[in-house]
């Protein structure tokens, strides 16, 4: 089981998680989605496409961008389409 915390909240726990490039990809059953709002920052991946973004809210604490995920993927990388991974600071390592 994998889980991913921010400032001692879990955000995301499954043992279903795909791992591209060190990064930990959920499945969006596995989020907490009272702490997920749409940003409206986007990124492009050379070979997965445009990806879209959450801040992660926690209590009065939000982390801008935190999450990413593609809605739709080049077909190299349709095992992460809307799948959710972390970054800036959210700690993903196994549950204990």
């Not at 791992?19 to 997965?48: D, L, M, Q």
């Not at 990413?68 to 549950?95: L, M, Q």
Request: hydrophobic letters at 35%.
């Amino acid at each position: 089981m994998i889980r991913a915390t921010w400032n001692g909240t879990v955000l995301a726990e499954s043992d279903d998680t795909i791992v591209v490039e060190g990064n930990h990809y959920f499945p969006p059953t596995a989020i907490r989605c009272e702490h997920f709002e749409p940003s409206e920052h986007h990124t492009t991946c050379g070979w997965k496409g445009e990806a879209s973004y959450y801040d992660i809210v926690v209590g009065d604490r939000r982390n801008a961008n935190a999450a990413w995920f593609y809605p739709e993927t080049k077909s190299a990388a349709d095992n992460v389409r809307g799948r959710i991974a972390f970054w800036r600071g959210v700690e993903v390592s196994p549950a204990t």
